[in-house]
């Protein structure tokens, strides 16, 4: 770097917190310290700890770039290109659906129920977008093994990236598959995250502007995948296996009487932080 013309970095975060802020952007300071931690390469606790922290001409061009991009409502995530999911970093592009913390109540779903963390669990991720949910699982049992499946080549590419930069290759495959379409296994887990919004339903516009409206959109009514895997789970199920599917506001009825229709057993219907039934959790009748 140039040191003559760099210029402290923190002169720059007051003016970019206040922008977003007055954007309307929660957390304006916390995300412009993640917006110039990016800028210049370096972590979100460096741009605290150092304040010696420089910017060279290129660099602040690039800071005024995307502080503008995050005015103008594209996600953080998407500037950055990774949003952080179960203590883990992913990477996520235009062609995946961001993480939701949300989402976190499957993991702690699955746990619930396979509290033996040794064991080497078949884990079958259905829809695996940037691989969040079956990677997290790895990560909580070293001893398992996973398939994600997913119909867009682009996202199954990004969750082969974060398999790799995270770990977990040699625990893990990824297939380009509609739903269950190439699989003849059976698994101790199935867990899915599939599209639920329904046409008239309303969504936020960082979300319909910047997440792939494959990930996010269920059909007519919402329920369209559901339709789809439900009837798979008994024909890819283990015997002792439990299968776990995120739904929508409002979902968790509806899918627990399309899974009872299947002669599936509900297990549990899980609430997320906000009191909201987020998972229903089902297997097979024992007999
Ligand atoms: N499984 C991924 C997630 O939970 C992707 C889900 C999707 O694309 N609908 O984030």
């Known amino acids: 770097m140039n040191v ?9 975060l007051k003016p970019s917190a206040e922008k977003l802020m007055t954007a309307g952007i929660d957390n304006p300071w916390r995300e412009s310290r993640l917006l110039l931690a990016h800028v210049v390469g370096q972590s979100y606790e460096a741009i605290f700890s150092d304040p010696q922290l420089t910017l060279t001409e290129e660099q602040i061009k690039h800071f005024s770039n995307v502080c503008e991009r995050r005015v103008q409502r594209e996600p953080l995530s998407k500037i950055i290109g ?34 033996n963390r040794a064991q080497p669990l078949k884990i079958l ?36 990236y974060n398999a790799k930069v ?54 007519e009514d919402g329920f369209d995948c559901y339709r789809q895997i439900i009837p798979q789970l008994p024909h890819f199920l283990d015997p002792k296996g439990m299968a776990f599917l995120e739904v929508g506001k409002g979902q968790a009825a509806k899918v627990c009487e399309m899974a009872s229709n299947q002669k ?24």
């Open 82 to 115: 990774q949003r952080e999911f179960w203590g883990l970093e992913f990477k996520v592009t235009k062609d995946t659906l961001d993480p939701r913390p949300d989402s976190e109540t499957l993991i702690e779903a699955v746990i619930s129920n396979f509290p």
């Open 166 to 219: 995270l770990g977990f290759e040699d625990q893990c495959a990824f297939a380009l598959s509609d739903w269950t379409q190439t699989l003849l296994d059976k698994f101790d887990v199935i867990i899915s995250n599939p599209p639920y919004i329904g046409k008239t339903e309303s969504i936020g516009v960082e979300t319909f502007d910047y997440d792939p409206h494959q990930a996010l959109f269920g059909g």
């Open 264 to 287: 599936l057993n509900i297990i549990d219907v899980y609430k997320d932080l906000a009191q909201i039934e987020r998972v229903v959790g089902v297997n097979l009748f024992s007999s």
């Open 4 to 12: 003559s013309n760099a210029i402290n970095a923190s002169a720059f």
């Open 125 to 160: 991720d259905l829809g695996t977008g940037s691989g969040c949910l079956l990677l997290s699982l790895l990560s909580e049992y070293p001893n398992a093994w996973g398939v994600g499946v997913d119909k867009s080549e682009a996202a199954i590419y990004i969750a082969r």
